[in-house]
C-alpha cells in the first residue's frame, strides 16, 4: 500500500513540474524563473527580499500619534504622505500603499508599531516614527529586519548614530540650536536671554544648546526654566522669567505652548520682549493661536522659499484636507518629501521578474536610501550622509502682518 | 470620657504621632529655610512681581473651584469620583466656542462690519454661557444614566473604571467630531485677553485683566449660587437628604434616582461653565483640554474636603494660588509646581485626612 501511494504521488509530482514547466514562458527553460535577482533567487527567504505578488502593493509604513495630545502631528504628516502615495506613479504596475498605525507617541507604541510591521513582509519601508523617543525605540527592531527608516520629524541629535537604517530629513536639533544662538546673539544683538522649554527631549535638548551657543558667544543666560507642556496658562513661570529682566524669550518645544507663551506675555509685563522659538513653533496654526501676540516673534524652519512643486503641494493639500499645509503641525511639507524619497528609492531596487512577482532586496533598498543622492524635494535637495538627509541649513522667519516672512536681519 | 481615653489602643498611634510630628517639623523647616532663601537672600522678586504671581494664582484657582465643586457635588451624593467631569468641561467650552463663533460671522450693522459679537457682547457671553452649561448639562445627565446608574449596585470600583472609560471615550469622540486641531475662542472686544486695569505697585505697572476679573468674579457668583441652591431650595434638602442616606430620603418620599440625575444636571451646568470660562480666560481648546483642569479640580476638591462645596471652594483657590505663588516663593523650578500641589495634598490628608474644611463623615460613608 505504501508503494503505490508513493508510486502515485511521484507521478503526481512530475506531472505537475511538467505543468508548471509548460505554463511558464516560453522563453523560460524550466524550473529557473529569469529575471530574479541574484541575492533572492540565492536564498528565496522574505527577510532577505520582499516579494511582492502581482496585484499586491508596495507598502510603505507610517508611524505616528494618530490618538491622544499630539495626534496632530501623525495625522498632518500621514495626510501629507497619502496625498503624496496617492500622487505617485506605479513601479512596473505596481502600486504604493501607505500603511498608518497610532504610536500616541510614545516609546511603547514606538516599538510595538514597529513588531507589527516586521512581521508584514510586503512593507519594505517606514516613514518614520514621527517623534524621537518612539524611533529610538523601533531602530532595534527594524534595522534586525532591514527595513529603512526615513523620517519627517525625529530630530534627536543621537538618532543616526550606532544603526544602519535610520535617516531623516529635518535637521538635528545641535545645527538648529547652534545656528539659533548665535543669530539671537550676534545678528539680533540681544545680550540677556531667557530660555523655556517643555522638558521633552527635542525642546530641552534644543533649549540647552541654545544657552550653551549663547553663552559661549558672550551673552548673559539670565533664566533657564522648565513648563509643564499641554497646558493654556504659563503666566505664572512668565512673572517669573520677567522679574529676570530678558531682552529675548528663546522656546524649544512646539507651537501650541509658544502660542500660549505669546498670548501671556503681554499680560505679565514682557511687551518689548522677542520671543524666539523653533522649527516646533513654525507655521500657520502659531499664528492662528496666538493672534496678534504672534506679531515679530521669530522661529526656524527647514522650509525653503516658495517654489512651483511647493504652490502645487499647498493647492493639492488645502483641496483635499480643506486646509493649508503646515495648519496642524510643521512637519507637512517633510512628510511628503519622505514618501516622495522613499518611492524614488524602490524604484530603483525593485525588479521585476518573468514569474510576474516585484522583487525588492532589502540591504539594497537600505543603501538606496542611506545613499541617496540629489533628491529634489520641497525642502530642498535630499542628499543622505551618515543618516542625516538635509544639508541646508535652517532659515529664520519672523511674524510680520500675519504671516510668516524670512527674517532679513 | 477618662476611661474612653484610657481604653484606646496604645502603640500604634503614638508611633504615627511622632511621626506627623517629624513630617511637620521637617516642612516647617523646609519652607521656612526656602522662604528665607528667596525672600530675604536673593530678593530677586518685586512686589509688582508677587502681585503678578498672585493675580495669576486667584483665576486659575477660580475656575478649579467652579469644576471642582462639580466633583464634590457627584461625591457626597453617590460617593463616587466622575474621572469624566473634565471631559464634560471640554465639551461645554467647544459648545461655547460654537456660540462665539457663530455669531462673530452675524453682521448686524453692514456699514460699519460690526458683528453681533461686539454689538451685543454681554448678551452673546450670557447665551455662550446658557449654551455651554446646557450643552454640559445633558452630557452629564446622559453619562449618568448610561454609565454610572446601571452600576448603582456595584462595588465602589466598578463605576470609577467605567467613569475613566467615559473620560476616554468623550476625549476621543470630540477629536473624531472636531478634529486634532487647538482653537482659538473669540473673545468680544470688551473681552480682549491683554487688556485690563493697570496698577501702580512699587513703580510698575500691573494690569489686571478684565477676562481675569471676570472668570474670578464669575466663580464666585457661581459658589454663592449654588451654595444657596444646595442651602435654601426645596431640592438642595433633598439632595442633602440623599447624600446623608439614600434608603431614608427614599422612605421620605424622596424620588432619590430624579436627585442624583438633578445633581448630574447641576454639576454638568457647572462643569459648562466653566468651559466657557476657560475658553474666554485662556482662549485655547483642544479635544484634551479638560484633562489636566480636570485632575487639578480633583485635587482641588480632596484638599478642601471631598463633599463639602465650601470645602471645593477653598482648595480650588488654594491650589490655584500655591500653584502661582509656591514655585517663586520656595525657588523651585517652575516645572515641578504639580509637585508642589500634590506635596501639600499629602501633607494635608496626613494632618487632616478630611481636608481643610472636611465635613466629619458618618460611619455609612467611611
Known amino acids: ?409 | 470620657m477618662a476611661e474612653l481615653e484610657i481604653s484606646k489602643p496604645r502603640g500604634r498611634i503614638p508611633t504615627f504621632r511622632v511621626i506627623k510630628i517629624i513630617i511637620g517639623v521637617l516642612f516647617l523647616v523646609f519652607v521656612s529655610w526656602r522662604l528665607f532663601t528667596v525672600l530675604v537672600v536673593e530678593d530677586i522678586y518685586t512686589p509688582a512681581t508677587w502681585v503678578r504671581f498672585g493675580i495669576s494664582g486667584l483665576v486659575i484657582g477660580g475656575v478649579y473651584s467652579v469644576i471642582a465643586v462639580g466633583y464634590t457635588l457627584v461625591y457626597g451624593i453617590l460617593f463616587m469620583i466622575n474621572f469624566a467631569h473634565g471631559e464634560v468641561m471640554m465639551l461645554g467650552a467647544f459648545a461655547g466656542y460654537f456660540v462665539f463663533e457663530a455669531f462673530n460671522t452675524i453682521v448686524v450693522d453692514p456699514a460699519s462690519e460690526l458683528n453681533f459679537l461686539n454689538a451685543y457682547p454681554w448678551l452673546a457671553v450670557l447665551l455662550a454661557f446658557i449654551v455651554g452649561m446646557s450643552v454640559s448639562m445633558v452630557i452629564g445627565v446622559l453619562l449618568e444614566k448610561i454609565a454610572y446608574r446601571p452600576l448603582r449596585g456595584a462595588p465602589r470600583l466598578i463605576p470609577l473604571i467605567s467613569a475613566i472609560g467615559a473620560s476616554i471615550f468623550l476625549q476621543n469622540a470630540a477629536q473624531l467630531i472636531f478634529g486634532p486641531k487647538r482653537r482659538i475662542y473669540i473673545n468680544p472686544d470688551i473681552l480682549s485677553r491683554s487688556a485690563g486695569w493697570t496698577l501702580n505697585i512699587g513703580g510698575e505697572e500691573v494690569i489686571v485683566t478684565y477676562t481675569g476679573v471676570f472668570t474670578f468674579v464669575l466663580s464666585i457668583l457661581l459658589m454663592i449660587g449654588l451654595w444657596m441652591l444646595v442651602q435654601r431650595t426645596r431640592m438642595g434638602r433633598a439632595m442633602r437628604a440623599v447624600a446623608e442616606n439614600k434608603e431614608t430620603a427614599a422612605l421620605m418620599g424622596i424620588n432619590v434616582d430624579g436627585i442624583i440625575s438633578r445633581t448630574f444636571a447641576i454639576s454638568g451646568a457647572l462643569a459648562g461653565a466653566a468651559g466657557v470660562m476657560w475658553g474666554i480666560q485662556n482662549g485655547i481648546i483642544y479635544h484634551y483640554v479638560g484633562f489636566i483642569p480636570g485632575l487639578k479640580a480633583f485635587t482641588a476638591a480632596v484638599l478642601g474636603g471631598i463633599g463639602n462645596i465650601p470645602g471645593a471652594m477653598v482648595g480650588g483657590l488654594f491650589l490655584g494660588v500655591v500653584e502661582s505663588v509656591g514655585p517663586a516663593a520656595l525657588g523651585i523650578d517652575f516645572q515641578l509646581k504639580d509637585v508642589i500641589a500634590f506635596s501639600i495634598l499629602v501633607l494635608v490628608l496626613i494632618f487632616r485626612p478630611s481636608g481643610i474644611l472636611g465635613e466629619v463623615l458618618s460611619e455609612e460613608k467611611v
Not at chain 1, 531602530?139 to 525625529?154: D, H, N, Q, V
Open chain 1, 1 to 409: 500500500m505504501k508503494n503505490r501511494i508513493f508510486i502515485i504521488m511521484s507521478f503526481l509530482i512530475v506531472f505537475s513540474m511538467i505543468l508548471a514547466a509548460c505554463g511558464g514562458q516560453d522563453t523560460g527553460e524550466g524550473d529557473e524563473v529569469s529575471g530574479v535577482p541574484e541575492e533572492c533567487a540565492e536564498n528565496p527567504d522574505e527577510t532577505v527580499c520582499a516579494v511582492i505578488a502581482p496585484g499586491s502593493t508596495i507598502k510603505i509604513g507610517f508611524a505616528g500619534p494618530m490618538t491622544g495630545d499630539y495626534s496632530a502631528f501623525g495625522i498632518d504628516i500621514s495626510n501629507a504622505q497619502l496625498l503624496a502615495v496617492q500622487e505617485s506613479e506605479p513601479v512596473q504596475g505596481f502600486e504604493f500603499e501607505l500603511l498608518v498605525e497610532d504610536t500616541q507617541g510614545s516609546g511603547e507604541g514606538g516599538a510595538a508599531v514597529a513588531n507589527l510591521y516586521v512581521s508584514d513582509p510586503d512593507v519594505v519601508a517606514i516613514s518614520g516614527h514621527t517623534f524621537s523617543g518612539s524611533t529610538a525605540a523601533s531602530i532595534p527592531i527594524y534595522e534586525a529586519a532591514k527595513r529603512p527608516m526615513l523620517s519627517a520629524s525625529a530630530t534627536r541629535a543621537d538618532l543616526t548614530i550606532g544603526n544602519e537604517i535610520f535617516n531623516r530629513i529635518p535637521f538635528t536639533d545641535d545645527i538648529q540650536g547652534t545656528n539659533a544662538g548665535n543669530y539671537l546673539y550676534e545678528t539680533l544683538g540681544i545680550t540677556k536671554l531667557a530660555v523655556l522649554h517643555d522638558g521633552d527631549a527635542y525642546g530641552k535638548g534644543l533649549a540647552e544648546k541654545v544657552m550653551q551657543v549663547f553663552g559661549l558667544a558672550g551673552g548673559e543666560v539670565v533664566a533657564f526654566e522648565a513648563l509643564t507642556p499641554g497646558e493654556t496658562d504659563y503666566s505664572a513661570v512668565l512673572t517669573d522669567v520677567e522679574a529676570k529682566g530678558p531682552e529675548a524669550i528663546f522656546f524649544g518645544g512646539y507651537y501650541p505652548e509658544a502660542a500660549v507663551i505669546a498670548n501671556n506675555m503681554p499680560v505679565v509685563g514682557l511687551t518689548d520682549v522677542v520671543l524666539f522659538s523653533d522649527d516646533g513653533t513654525f507655521g500657520v496654526s502659531f499664528i492662528e493661536l496666538a493672534g496678534d501676540q504672534a506679531e515679530g516673534a521669530y522661529a526656524t524652519s527647514a522650509l525653503p522659499p516658495s517654489s512651483p512643486g511647493e504652490e502645487a503641494f499647498s493647492a493639492l493639500f488645502e483641496g483635499t484636507f480643506g486646509d493649508l499645509p503646515g495648519s496642524l503641525s510643521t512637519f507637512s511639507w517633510h512628510g511628503w518629501d519622505v514618501v516622495n524619497a522613499l518611492i524614488s528609492a524602490i524604484r530603483q531596487t525593485a525588479v521585476l521578474s518573468d514569474d510576474g512577482n516585484l522583487y525588492v532586496h532589502r540591504d539594497s533598498l537600505v543603501d538606496a536610501v542611506n545613499f541617496l543622492t540629489g533628491f529634489q524635494g520641497l525642502t530642498g535637495v535630499i542628499s543622505c550622509t551618515r543618516g542625516e538627509c538635509n544639508t541646508a541649513g535652517p532659515t529664520f522667519f519672523i511674524v510680520q502682518n500675519g504671516e510668516w516672512v524670512e527674517a532679513t536681519k
